[in-house]
């Protein structure tokens, strides 16, 4: 079945350490994006990709890295420089050139930092 | 910048019952796409219902259904015959239709639907 993968779904992390968060798609989408979302916000753009070895900042982007090496995956790195990391994180894929760019969502990481 | 409002934080329905969530959207573009998302307590995020702002007609999908004003840049989301399953939170959002950055979706701050038995 074609979706899209993020693991694990419960991630814990000290403070001070940088952690990264997996995201994969089978969906041969060529765009994938990074959400961020915080209890009673909407989602926050993080990053996105449209291609391979392209990404652009969003609009939440300072403490955070990503890299697309491969069009299948867009992992998201949580550097020690994020002040408030803990989060709800979601990955999102979609197809460039369709007309609707409708983005399909992954199941998302909760990401607690002690 | 476009913003996304949704000024109900909570709304509750009776089962079998309809609801109108609201949505209001300033932007000074006029080709754009407009959505409205659910998340269940599943934390998945699954999308309910799409509308192109060139459309006059509003979208229906099922019991779903919207009511698109473009001069108001209102955007409402009506569920008929609501069932259990319905309860979640509900976000709307904007797109770009086209444009260096028609890749972004900004989402409102959403609205968590309660469905009484």
């Known amino acids: 079945d074609g979706g899209i993968t993020q693991s694990p779904k419960y991630l814990f992390r000290k403070e001070g350490q940088n952690v990264t968060l997996s995201c994969e798609q089978n969906l041969n989408h060529d765009a994938m994006y990074w959400y961020r979302q915080d209890p009673g916000q909407g989602l926050r753009l993080i990053y996105y990709?449209?291609?391979?070895?392209?990404?652009q900042k969003g609009d939440i982007a300072e403490g955070y890295s990503v890299s697309r090496e491969k069009k299948e995956s867009f992992p998201l790195t949580v550097t020690s420089a994020q002040k408030n990391p803990t989060a709800f994180y979601l990955c999102?894929?979609?197809?460039?050139?369709?007309?609707?760019?409708?983005?399909?969502f992954g199941p998302g990481t909760r990401l607690t930092v002690t | 910048a476009q913003t996304v409002t949704q000024s109900q934080p909570e709304m509750s329905v009776q089962e079998a019952e309809t609801v109108t969530l609201s949505c209001t959207y300033d932007?000074?573009?006029?080709?754009?796409?407009l959505f409205w998302y659910k998340q269940p307590p599943s934390r998945q995020m699954i999308l309910v219902i799409r509308?192109?702002?060139?459309?006059?007609q509003n979208a229906t999908e099922n019991r779903f259904s919207v009511n698109f004003q473009k001069a108001a840049k209102s955007f409402s989301l009506k569920i008929s015959d609501s069932q259990l399953g319905d309860a979640a939170m509900y976000f709307c959002?904007?797109?770009?239709?086209?444009?260096?950055?028609?890749?972004?979706?900004?989402f409102g701050k959403g609205t968590l639907l309660t469905v009484n038995p």
């Open positions: 959002a904007y797109r770009l239709f086209s444009g260096g950055s028609n890749y972004k979706l900004t």
């Open positions: 990709s449209q291609i391979v070895n392209d990404f």
């Open positions: 932007t000074s573009e006029s080709d754009y796409y």
């Open positions: 509308q192109e702002a060139y459309k006059q």
């Open positions: 999102a894929s979609s197809i460039k050139g369709s007309s609707s760019y409708e983005q399909y």
